[in-house]
């Protein structure tokens, strides 16, 4: 699916939110500046966070308890190693199970082998502008075209 800009890339978003159940994991994956924490913004809006949403780069993840459905957001760019990135993981993934929240992963590569059932998006830079976003459910059928 191609989007062409910010406003495009939020309803995207939004559509996907309504998809989402409490406990799914979502898996972010594209290049730096592709767009993944404004995709984030556009669930979060479809969930109805009041929240402002910012990138968990430095801090690694932030909670949302605001919506209809809590959100955690989960960045593991800065992690370098499997076994690092495994135990921040399923820490977050343990806080959702708790607060019955969706987890959101932008750089989940290193996790990914170890995740079962989860909606997974690639995104990549269009030629010119916009975005090409592939998206999968969790049993690997593609839902949007």
């Known amino acids: ?3 062409r800009d910010l406003t495009e890339t939020l309803n995207l978003g939004r559509k996907l939110s309504r998809k989402l159940n409490p406990q799914s994991i979502v898996l972010l994956q ?3 500046g592709a767009g993944k924490t404004s995709f984030v913004q556009g669930i979060a809006k479809g969930l109805s ?3 402002d949403i910012t990138s968990p780069t430095f801090a690694l993840s932030h909670h949302y308890n605001s919506g209809k459905i809590p959100l955690i957001h989960l960045d593991l760019y ?3 190693t499997i076994s690092s990135a495994k135990e921040v993981f399923f820490s977050e993934e343990e806080e959702a199970s708790q607060s019955k929240a969706i987890l959101v992963i932008e750089w989940p590569e290193l996790i990914e082998p170890f995740i079962e059932n989860f909606w997974k998006i690639k995104i990549s830079y269009g030629k010119e502008n916009g975005r090409y976003y592939e998206i ?3 049993k690997n059928l593609l839902t949007f075209s």
């Open 1 to 3: 699916m191609f989007v």
């Open 30 to 32: 594209g290049p730096i």
């Open 49 to 51: 966070i009041s929240e």
């Open 78 to 80: 800065r992690l370098e």
């Open 136 to 138: 999968r459910d969790p």
